[in-house]
């Protein structure tokens, strides 16, 4: 078990088989069960709580598994994000017929930390000695879907992971609950797509594209709080009451050696074809580090975690 999940609190209950083939011969090999029933654990990770409630499913440990990526086939050779390759792949998700005879399905209740909350998880997965091949991993997240397929891959000298997320009718308005309650800092609903591959558990070997953009939905509308707006420094542009409309949400870029690059960071609104709110981000400093990122999304956990207001404002 790796070191920083020693100490957690488990409960519930666990059952492993083990299985050996021509154990004393070159050819050799092994196989299993692990059956889990009720299972949950909890502790402190990375200076916040991590939660996982109610984990049921039983895992075959097999001869040889697939390694297909799903969000790679449908990119092709472009390996350019966009919002025709995010209804393929949400198509792909809601249109396959995955056989539980071929392989494992896993349920867990819940998967807290921090400001994120995954609810109502169903992963269906093929396991073998040397991978673990997510086919396919549902969940709800921040009143929206989230998708996930993936291929972590166990070599002998690292671990390389590969993993296609979708993110489907995401709330603004959600995540700024859980960022800050009480202050409405945005709303409104988006979709994204996120294609990342790592080796071990060097940050700055985590490379892929990423897109986001606002979309219209009858749930939420796009509006952008006086807090937020205020955070921007357009205190005195709020001549229009204390928050204002958008139209138009795009995030897009990159990230390379564990450093995210945006191409594409716009949010603004337009009246009669006249453009009345317009913000970007800076043409040259437009970049942050994944372990600064994840330093911010830490300090977020231990603030929820604490009570502490999670963003400051003058």
Known sequence: MPRDFREFKTQGYAEMELVFHSLFY????????LSLKGS???????????????????????DKVSSD????????????????????FLKTFNESKLQEEDLDFLSIKKVEYGILKFENVEVALEVDT????????????????FYGAGLVEFNQGQ??????LLFN???????????SPGQEYITGRVNGLVWLTAEGTDLNTID?????????????????????LAKMGARERLILGSSRSYDNGNISGYINDGLITFREFEISNSVLGFRNLTIQADAIRNSITISQLIS???????RSESGMPMIETN
């Open 159 to 164: 671990s390389t992971y590969d993993f296609s």
């Open 169 to 179: 009718e995401i709330s603004l308005e959600g995540i700024s609950e859980r960022v």
């Open 208 to 228: 892929g594209p990423f897109k986001f953009w606002s979309k219209s939905s009858s749930k939420e509308q796009r509006r952008i709080g006086a807090a937020l």
């Open 40 to 62: 949950s654990f909890s502790g402190q990770y990375g200076g916040a709580l991590l939660t996982v409630e109610d984990v049921e499913g039983t895992i075959n440990i097999q």
């Open 130 to 145: 040397q991978k673990i091949n997510i086919r396919r991993l549902l969940s709800k997240l921040f009143r929206g879907s």
């Open 296 to 302: 911010t999304v830490r300090e977020l956990a231990r």
């Open 26 to 33: 070159p050819q050799s090999r092994w196989g299993g069960e």
């Open 69 to 88: 990526n799903p969000l790679a086939q449908l990119m092709g050779e472009h390996l350019k994000l966009s919002k025709s390759i995010f209804q393929k």
